[in-house]
């Protein structure tokens, strides 16, 4: 099922649940609804890093689309991370 289906369902049943006065009901699809649009926002913002992240990356050089990314963010951040002694050559690494 497609998000737009999915979240439209909940919208129609939520609006369903609210007119037959079931307010357990409506609230509840409600924050389903909501979260929903959430995961839908981060699916988009999130599918990038799929092609970031990497454990094949070299750890030797900077990633070019890994830095093409943080610089989407902010043009800024790469050069102050770098600044910092903040690596930018591998985003896969652990950080602890």
């Known amino acids: 099922m497609s998000d737009r289906i999915r ?7 939520a609006k369903i649940a ?4 079931d307010y357990g ?7 389903t609804l ?3 649009f959430i995961l839908v926002a981060l699916n988009i913002n999130l599918s990038a890093l799929k ?8 750890i030797e050089k900077e990633s ?5 990314f943080l610089e989407n963010i902010s043009h800024e ?4 991370l770098r600044r910092n002694n903040i690596q930018l050559n591998n985003p896969n ?3 602890y």
Do not use: T
Not at 7 to 13: A, F, G, K, T
Not at 64 to 68: D, F
């Open 51 to 58: 092609k970031v992240f990497n454990p094949m990356i070299s």
């Open 93 to 95: 690494r652990r950080a």
């Open 77 to 80: 951040l790469p050069d102050y």
């Open 64 to 68: 070019n689309s890994w830095v093409m």
């Open 34 to 36: 909501s979260e929903n």
């Open 7 to 13: 979240i439209q369902d909940l919208y129609i049943s």
């Open 25 to 31: 009901d409506f609230l509840w699809r409600f924050f």
């Open 18 to 21: 609210l007119l037959h006065k």
